[in-house]
């Protein structure tokens, strides 16, 4: 006892002394006319000092990182505690996502969110339980009433864990707007992470633009840059003319443990004066897709290297940025010499900078012959329409003007039953799906409810047949084909077989999988009563766990799993516990 209570304060003491430069002011970061509460949260974890594996806004695939990952030693179990006094406004189980995440409404308007978690409290998961039985699902999101669940500050409400999409132990922890549902940086919110270590600045770009769209074939360059520690400047004074832009790459740690992490903002003046600015406060969902627009998105395909452009695509809904002029876009053109200066700050307020200096050209650059092609507008809807394909633009679905390409292929060999239709290129990003339709002449009527939409990768876009189309919504652009799936689930016990007695084993183990459409539905019957099934999409592991409702005995159990076209493979064993 006496061992254990010098080793928690020692640990107290070392966190303390880490924490040690932290001004609760600190947490009203620049860049912000809003005033946030940094009293009433608690930390979620009492694991000290604490450390992220992801930062808040930092670059995933498709979206803007939603909330802060505390890392948990590379270990599940920590018990998760409700930051502050509120009751559970919404309850949610996934194959993948979050896997398993509570929602916490508090008095002072905001919401936190716990994800990826190992398993509930008793009365939360006994709650859950009952409602996944009353519904006969796995998977649920189901909003309680006020008064169903109430939390206290400091009350355990479940242990962390690495269910759903998480790639590794952690806990995903977010703050949002009650009212709108914006997610908010939770180091406004005085959540503290020991941190006095500035960002990394490791690449600078230039993107010669003069007048068009920014796309896969605009002219990028390289700039040299040297320095450390916070102070950056290019190698060499840069010509340039005409109309340019510039990107960054940068990246950002904190102190103890820590992850590569994002930056909270970035900064680019022009001659003293601040022509560009990103601050990661806050975002609604709906714009988070964006990021393949605030990033050089044929640049992270090819190379998988982030580069944040300081120049805001016209069809950019993001609403993180200010003090822009001419959309970031600079000319050069007067033959003076500029001085130009990022300014990089993480979420506690560390700053690096990069100068550098531009010698400008005397006259505009030379604009280059455009190819031809059909020209899209990206305020309005468009639509295309060629043999045996049409293809609608939604308004919202483009982030910049589109010299739109078309190119029909022939049908390839196999499970095909369209020519291969080239709809513009992988390279230029959308931000909602368009509406894809291709002609099904020579599909027999007998497959025409198993038929769907792929890519040339094998990747299936879903779809449903319709005056005499197949229609679906692809989320990005490639070379499309109508295919059809007949092939019912794959289903493989891991540790039941027939006759096989369970006794001692605290649940019954399966593999399932699909060839092309994608499991939609997964149902389990012993002894002809139905029994909750728990999924692990990124291992493919599905799951009974043994309670009181299966006693000692001989049992049956019933398995069938159907995919998104109603293809569906059923297993039955006889066991005994």
């Known amino acids: 006892m006496i061992k254990s209570q010098i080793l928690n304060i020692t640990k107290f003491f070392i966190y303390v002394l880490l924490l040690f430069t932290f001004n609760p002011s600190d947490a009203q970061q620049i860049f912000s006319s809003n005033k946030y509460p940094i009293t009433d949260f608690r930390q979620p974890l009492d694991i000290t000092p604490p450390a992220l594996a992801g930062s808040f806004g930092e670059i995933r695939g498709n979206h803007f990182h939603s909330g802060i990952d505390f890392r948990t030693n590379q270990r599940e179990g920590y018990p998760v505690y409700a930051v502050a006094d509120g009751y559970i406004s919404r309850l949610r189980v996934q194959n993948s996502g979050f896997g398993q995440a509570l929602y916490i409404n508090h008095p002072n308007g905001f919401t936190t969110v716990y994800g990826h978690l190992q398993r509930f409290s008793p009365k939360i998961a006994t709650i859950v339980k009952n409602l996944e039985y009353e519904k006969k699902s796995f998977e649920i999101d189901e909003f309680p009433d006020a008064t169903l669940i109430p939390v206290r500050k400091g009350e355990i409400i479940a242990w962390s864990g690495n269910r759903g999409s998480s790639g590794g132990p952690h806990l995903h922890f977010e703050i949002r707007d009650t009212k709108t549902e914006e997610t908010i940086n939770p180091q406004f919110f005085g959540i503290l992470i020991p941190d006095n270590i500035p960002p990394v600045i490791h690449g600078l770009y230039v993107y010669r633009l003069n007048g068009k769209t920014f796309n896969e074939a605009t002219p990028k360059q390289a700039i040299a840059i040297t320095g450390a520690a916070g102070l950056y400047k290019a190698s060499a004074p840069v010509s340039l003319t005409g ?220 779809g449903y047949f319709e005056d005499g189309y197949i229609k679906a919504t692809p989320k990005n652009f490639g070379n499309f084909y109508i295919s059809t799936d007949t092939i019912a689930p794959r289903i493989t016990p891991v540790n039941i077989a027939e006759g096989k007695s369970m006794a001692g084993l605290s649940k019954i183990l399966f593999k399932i999988s699909d060839n092309l459409s994608g499991i939609k539905s997964f149902n389990a019957y012993i002894d002809g009563q139905w029994a909750l099934m728990e999924f692990d999409a990124k291992t493919a592991t599905l799951w009974h766990s043994f309670d009181e409702r299966t006693g000692a005995g001989k049992h049956t159990l019933e398995l069938a799993v159907s995919d998104l076209k109603d293809n569906v493979r059923r297993y039955s064993v006889h066991f005994s516990k």
């Open 243 to 462: 109309e340019v832009g510039f990107g960054v790459v940068t990246t950002d740690r904190h102190n103890g443990m820590s992850g590569t992490n994002g930056v909270y903002s970035i900064q680019l003046e022009l001659d003293g004066k601040m022509i560009y600015t990103s601050a990661l406060e806050r975002f609604a969902f709906e714009d988070s897709k964006a990021i393949n627009s605030h990033i050089d998105y044929p640049t992270y395909l090819n190379t998988k290297r982030s580069i944040q452009k300081s120049f805001v695509d016209p069809g950019n809904p993001l609403k993180i940025y200010s003090g822009l002029i001419n959309n970031g876009r600079i000319s050069f053109n007067d033959g003076a010499t500029h001085q130009l200066r990022y300014i990089i700050t993480d979420s506690k307020g560390n700053a690096s900078t990069l100068s550098f200096t531009v010698t400008a050209g005397s006259a505009p650059a030379v604009t280059p012959i455009v190819p031809g092609g059909t020209i899209y507008s990206f305020g309005k809807e468009n639509e295309f329409t060629g043999e045996g394909v049409k293809v609608v633009f939604p308004k919202g679905t483009l982030y910049s003007d589109l010299n739109f390409s078309y190119k029909k292929l022939p049908k390839p060999a196999g499970n095909a039953w369209s020519e291969i239709h080239l709809i513009h290129n992988r390279f230029t990003p959308l931000h909602v799906g368009f509406n894809l339709w291709i002609k099904a002449d020579q599909l027999p009527e007998n497959l025409r409810s198993k038929a769907l939409i792929v890519n040339t990768n094998g990747s299936s876009q879903g």
